[in-house]
T-cell receptor, first 111, second 113 residues
């Protein structure tokens, strides 16, 4: 059974600092997603990573994928308060859109 | 371009009742997936529909069912509601094919009392 593990589950950081969220998955998957969720809201798509070595960046967020290690990272650069949210990674395979999610990382950025 | 639309946004039901939730995907998206989100279990996959056929199903009891119509709109139904069914139900739509991005609706918040 595919398992997706994120760490840390909770992250409190100061504005201006850098940090990385890790996402490990247990079996081969074709693609990995990162989503953001604000309290009481739906999921906002951040990145879709499709191949080994893929790297994508948007603003202060950069995601990478190592399919051999079954590991994806979401790196936060110079955090700002607006990045406070819960971040989820999810994996899927084949033509199915059956995504298996990690537990989420609740990020709080403090002034 | 309109996003994924879920109705209703909020719902309160009594134990034992049944409920139907609706999801209208982005125009042109033929794949619709449903997820349940709870504080204890996180985000769990319910089922996926593509071209009116259930393509995959998660580990949920038979009380949870769904369908997809020819216009790709999807409904999910939960019968004999239990308190533990209280959750945020999210649907996601995507274009056909491999390696496509999935977009989520705002969700339906179901409370069972």
């Amino acid at each position: 059974e595919l398992k997706v593990e994120q760490n840390p589950l909770f992250l409190s950081m100061q504005e201006g600092k850098n940090y990385t969220i890790y996402c490990n998955y247990s079996t081969t998957s074709d693609r990995l997603y990162w989503y953001r969720q604000d309290p009481g809201k739906s999921l906002e798509s951040l990145f879709v990573l499709l191949s080994n070595g893929a790297v994508k960046q948007e603003g202060r967020l950069m995601a990478s994928l190592d399919t051999k290690a079954r590991l994806s990272t979401l790196h936060i650069t110079a955090a700002v308060h607006d990045l406070s949210a819960t971040y989820f990674c999810a994996v899927a395979s084949g033509n199915n859109n059956d995504m298996r999610f990690g537990a989420g990382t609740r990020l709080t950025v403090k002034p | 371009k309109a996003g994924v639309t879920q109705t209703p946004r909020y719902l309160i039901k009594t134990r034992g009742q049944q409920v139907t939730l609706s999801c209208s995907p982005i125009s042109g998206h033929r794949s619709v997936s449903w997820y349940q989100q709870t504080p204890g279990q996180g985000l769990q996959f319910l089922f996926e529909y593509f071209s009116e056929t259930q393509r995959n199903k998660g580990n949920f009891p038979g009380r949870f069912s769904g369908r997809q119509f020819s216009n790709s709109r999807s409904e999910m139904n939960v019968s004999t509601l239990e308190l533990g069914d209280s959750a945020l139900y999210l649907c996601a739509s995507s274009l056909p094919g491999h390696n496509t991005e999935a977009f989520f609706g705002q969700g339906t918040r179901l409370t069972v009392v």
